[in-house]
Each structure stands twice: as structure tokens, then as C-alpha cells.
């Protein structure tokens, strides 16, 4: 052997179960990193080949300018930190637990002469050393998926991403994938480092650093049993590893809920509503002129799987029984059926709101909202000789560009009940929704029998439902992956941790403790991790939460309003606990199957 550096592959072969982990989680860093540039990039040259379809013509200044060009960059920056943090926390709390299962050998090291820079040097060159297969292994998997990704939305999706390159490398999403590849194991490298240079050559005898801390005091037993108490003993006594281990946690949670943000953000840019049409046949000034029959002879035509109508009637002069508004006009818009039910499908209606009562001929109404309508639920409104209770709110204005009542009060009917208020039984605004396999001969059929006595308007191209799947798709692809890193990290983790106290273990199951207290000692320190996490991350999560929310949706969308997203909360507890419980299960079962001789002398 001519240097000790030699050593580095060796181990590397030697420990090769115990690093698994540690590489599994750089080539997810990695494939992910490559994954969100290439993607970013793909998205940026399908951008350029529209614009110049477009305009014939394109400058670098104006393609740098671009809206949808800036923010797929600066999605993916705001990624590409995430990852590095997530990166870090995963990877070095890996590496720690790899150092304190060989304090020994470290400790052998010492006692031969090696020096502390030595240490330091070799831990970080190990590291390195596992750069060497994570990182093309990331890139690669990194470069497949984004072919996958970019074929998935051209041949699925179609529509507006027909444009997107396939089998094309972005060198920008290489370079990024190797860069955060090497530095996530360097920074992540840094601190198991210098702790596995503190080892002193004594720690070679022990076998173990946790030998050396020495308890000053006993456990306190007096609120849980001895093997619950040293479980949770473990878990806080080395305050770096229960940092990293709160923080991979933590770090999930807080994922989670940011990018719960992120989903509700995507649905009010392009909202999703189940009564959306696909062609549109109103009257050409305005007025409830289509024809009622019409609505039947389209029903019955190939390629139409629903229609529906709406009759309107504007400024109508109303009187409010409320104190702060006497009279006034009112907007009257009537629902079919249909319409209603997709409120309640579309959970469109505020809390408290009773819509069974609007349906048919009724003296129940809804009324559109915002934060500055004076309107509740139980008001009445008179109309000519007929007084309406408001049985409903809707969270906004569908009406308007913004969302907002700006001052306007809308209410809304039933069918029958604004025939019998008005006399009025055609319409002013029709609705088709076609069918999945409807052609343009279809459309063109449907538009012959409309004619020219109505304004026709096909709207098939203006849904937003294949773009909106394909950001939720890749929204949900993230955090899986990060998540299966998580859990897949707090596992090995716990089960390192368990193996570097394995002596530990074994003396005490020599003094008596069964196989039951070991498992509730074990389950003791990783429900400590999980706890500890649940509480950083839903605080730490929850201020993310409402400081995005604010910026990226109150701030463009006035009529929403931030809540504590209750049902997200109770959805990571149970994935943080199911996690700890995985996490017990492998260490407690090695242990079990060990015989007391083994775990004490076990290295």
C-alpha cells in the first residue's frame, strides 16, 4: 500500500451495504437536479420555436425577456436549492452515521499515526469517491426521464406542448447535475469529517464514540420506563445527528406543504371548473334569444355529451333588508341543474351555504362574494313582488375578470324559478361540452344547425385540463421522489445508528432486557426524530405556507384567503409516522436474530 489513500476503494468494497444509502441518495440529487434544468431548457426552446412560428424572427434579448422563459428558470432555481438542502441534510446524516459506526477503525487509524488533516482528508476523499458511479448514474437517469417526460406531454398531452423537442441532451441540466452532485458531498462531508478526526486512539480499544460521551447524571425514569427513557437518551445525546435527523424530517414536511401551495396556485391561474364549455351559442345583442329548442335537437347530435343553459337579466332594481344597503340593482343569472351541481363539485360554495333549497321553483337564491360584500347567508332580497332568502354564498365572483363583486350584487337561480320571476324562458348563453372522440366534423355539423342567427364560439382549444394534469403530474413526481428519499434515508439511518450502539445492545440484553424493551427502545428514539421534525417542519412549514400563499396568490387573487391546510398536516403526520415505524422494524428484527454473544462482540 503506498499511501493510505489506498485504503479509500478498499473500504469502499468492504462497506458497501452501508453505503448504499449514501449513494442512492446523491443520484436522486443528482437525476433530479438534471431532470428539472433539462426540463427548463426543453421548455425554453419549445418557447422559442413558437415565438418564431410566430413572428419569423427572434433576438436573444427578447427570448431572455420572455414571461414563460423566466419563470420555467426560475422554478427550476428555486428547485435546484431545495434539492441541494434536501442533498445535504440526507447525505451527511448518512456519512455521520457511517463515522460513528467505524469509530473504531478511525481510532485505529490515530493509534498508526495518521494525523487529524488526514482524517479529515480521507473522509472527504471517500466521499468524493462515491461521486464517481452517483453522479453518471444520476445523469443518465436524469437525461432518460426528461426524454420520458418530453414524449409524455407531446404524445399525451398534445396541445401546447406539441412543439417540445424529444431525445435532445441539455448540456445546462448535465453541468447542474454534476455541480450539485459534488458539492452536496462536500459540504455534506464536512462535518462527519472533523468529527471522525476528534477520534482519539483510545476510542480504538472502546470500539465506539458514543462510549466516550459519559452520562453525568442517570436517566430520568420518573414519566416513562427505562427502555423508553434511554431510547429518547439516544436520540437527543448527540445533538449533531439529532439536528440532521429533525432536519430530514422537517425538510419533508415543509416540501410538502410549500408545494401544497404551489398546486392551489396552478388551480387559480387555470382553474378547473366541471361546467366548462367546450362551444359556446349566445345571441348576438345580448339578449335571451336561443332558442330552448335548440338545446334539445343539440343534445341528441353526434360528438355532444352535455348541454346547458344560462338566461341572464341585468339591472334589475331590487331592495336588500339590511341596514347597510336599502335599494339597489341586482344581476339575475339563472343555473340549469347541471350548473348547480357543479358548485357542490366544485366546492365553489362558502361554509354554511344550503344549495339543496335553490333547486327548482323556490324563493331561494345564491349570491356572489368577496372580502367587501356585505351579503350573508339567511339575507333577503326583494324583487318586484317577490322576496328571495340567499340560501348561498360562492367563494368569488365568477362573473368578473378578477373575482371581485366590485360593489355588484349577482344572484343566482334556478331555472324555473327565473322563468317565474320574469316571464323569460329562452336563453342567452348555451353550453356543449363534446365528447372525448368529437371531430371537426362534429363541431362543423353542430355550427350548420346554429347558423347565423347566433354567435357561434369553439373553445376547444382554450382548455387548460392537459396542462394543469401535467404540472400537478409534475408537482406529485417531485415530492414522491423526495419523500421515497426521506423515508428510504430515515430508515438507514436509524438502522446505522442502532449498528454503531450494537455493543451497547448487546450488553444490555446481557443484563436482562428482552427483545420487547429493546424494539420500544429503538421505537423511543425514532418517534423522538419524528416528533421533533413534525414540530420544526409544521411551524417552519406553515410560515412558508402562508408567506407563499400571500405572494404568489393573495396578491394576484385578493378574493382568496389562507387557511391552515388541515387535511395536508394530517396526511404528513401519518406519513411521518409510518415512516418511524418502517424505520423500527429492520434494526429491532437484526437485533432479535442476534445472539447475545454476537451483538457484544460485534465491531
Not at 418564431?52 to 428558470?73: D, R
Not at 447542474?176 to 472533523?194: E, F, M, R
Not at 429533525?246 to 396556485?265: K, R, Y
Request: proline fraction near 2%.
Amino acid at each position: 500500500m503506498k499511501s493510505y489513500l489506498s485504503l479509500i476503494p478498499i473500504s469502499a468494497k468492504v462497506h458497501r451495504r452501508q453505503n448504499r444509502m449514501t449513494l442512492l441518495c446523491i443520484i436522486f440529487a443528482v437525476f433530479l437536479v438534471t431532470a428539472v434544468f433539462s426540463m427548463a431548457e426543453m421548455g425554453v426552446r419549445m418557447e422559442k420555436t413558437r415565438l418564431l412560428n410566430k413572428h419569423g424572427s427572434l433576438s436573444l434579448q427578447e427570448l431572455s425577456n420572455n414571461a414563460t422563459v423566466q419563470a420555467l428558470f426560475s422554478v427550476a432555481v428555486v428547485l435546484f436549492i431545495l434539492i441541494l438542502i434536501a442533498g445535504v441534510l440526507m447525505i451527511s446524516s448518512s456519512i455521520n452515521s457511517n463515522v460513528a459506526q467505524r469509530t473504531r477503525f478511525f481510532g485505529m487509524m490515530r493509534c498508526i499515526g495518521m494525523s487529524r488533516q488526514q482524517i479529515i482528508r480521507f473522509v472527504r476523499l471517500e466521499a468524493l469517491n462515491w461521486c464517481k458511479t452517483a453522479v453518471p448514474l444520476g445523469v443518465i437517469l436524469g437525461i432518460v426521464i426528461t426524454w420520458g417526460l418530453c414524449a409524455a406531454l407531446r404524445f399525451l398531452v398534445g396541445e401546447e406542448f406539441s412543439n417540445i423537442p424529444l431525445f435532445r441532451v441539455s448540456l445546462i441540466g448535465i453541468i447542474s447535475g454534476i455541480i450539485v452532485g459534488v458539492v452536496t458531498v462536500l459540504i455534506a462531508a464536512s462535518s462527519p469529517a472533523k468529527r471522525a478526526a476528534k477520534v482519539s486512539p483510545v476510542t480504538a480499544v472502546s470500539g465506539s464514540a458514543e462510549s466516550t460521551n459519559n452520562m453525568h447524571h442517570a436517566v430520568n425514569i420518573r414519566f416513562s420506563k427505562i427502555e423508553t427513557a434511554l431510547g429518547i437518551h439516544h436520540a437527543v445525546s448527540v445533538k449533531k445527528n439529532l439536528l440532521l435527523m429533525t432536519g430530514s424530517f422537517a425538510l419533508s414536511i415543509i416540501l410538502f406543504l410549500s408545494f401544497s401551495v404551489f398546486i392551489e396556485f396552478i388551480g387559480y391561474l387555470m382553474p378547473q371548473s366541471s361546467d366548462t364549455s367546450d362551444i359556446n351559442i349566445s345571441s348576438n345583442d345580448s339578449s335571451n334569444s336561443v332558442d330552448r329548442k335548440l338545446l334539445d335537437t343539440i343534445s341528441g347530435m353526434k360528438g355532444v355529451e352535455r348541454v346547458f343553459g344560462r338566461r341572464s337579466n341585468f339591472d334589475i332594481p331590487a331592495e336588500l333588508n339590511k341596514d347597510t344597503i336599502m335599494s339597489s340593482t341586482i344581476d339575475i343569472i339563472s343555473y340549469d341543474e347541471f350548473d348547480l351541481d357543479c358548485l357542490i363539485k366544485d366546492k365553489q360554495l362558502r361554509k354554511g351555504s344550503d344549495i339543496s333549497k335553490v333547486y327548482g321553483d323556490s324563493n331561494y337564491v345564491l349570491a356572489t362574494w368577496d372580502k367587501d360584500s356585505p351579503l350573508e347567508i339567511g339575507d333577503k332580497i326583494r324583487v318586484g313582488n317577490e322576496e328571495f332568502e340567499i340560501a348561498g354564498l360562492l367563494k368569488y365572483d365568477p362573473f368578473s375578470s378578477d373575482g371581485n363583486t366590485n360593489g355588484k350584487i349577482t344572484i343566482i337561480t334556478s331555472g324555473e324559478t327565473f322563468a317565474r320571476l320574469t316571464g323569460i324562458t329562452d336563453y342567452s348563453l348555451m353550453m356543449i361540452q363534446t365528447t372525448k372522440d368529437a371531430t371537426d366534423e362534429d363541431v362543423t355539423a353542430i355550427r350548420n344547425v346554429v347558423g347565423e342567427e347566433y354567435t357561434f364560439s369553439d373553445k376547444r382549444d382554450q382548455r387548460t385540463t392537459s396542462t394543469y394534469m401535467a404540472f400537478l403530474f409534475f408537482v406529485y413526481g417531485f415530492l414522491a421522489i423526495i419523500t421515497l428519499v426521506t423515508v428510504l434515508n430515515i430508515m438507514n439511518s436509524i438502522s446505522m445508528s442502532v449498528s454503531a450502539r450494537i455493543k451497547q445492545y448487546g450488553a444490555m440484553r446481557a443484563v436482562g432486557m428482552d427483545e420487547h424493551q429493546l424494539t420500544k427502545m429503538i421505537a423511543a428514539e425514532a418517534f423522538t426524530y419524528a416528533l421533533s421534525g413534525c414540530i420544526v417542519g409544521c411551524v417552519a412549514g406553515l410560515l412558508l405556507s402562508k408567506l407563499l400563499y400571500d405572494n404568489l396568490i393573495t396578491s394576484h387573487f385578493n378574493y382568496a384567503t389562507w387557511s391552515v391546510p388541515v387535511i395536508p398536516i394530517m396526511i404528513i403526520f401519518l406519513f411521518v409516522f409510518v415512516a418511524a415505524i418502517a424505520a423500527v422494524y429492520v434494526p429491532s428484527k437484526r437485533i432479535r436474530k442476534m445472539a447475545i454473544t454476537d451483538t457484544i462482540n460485534e465491531l
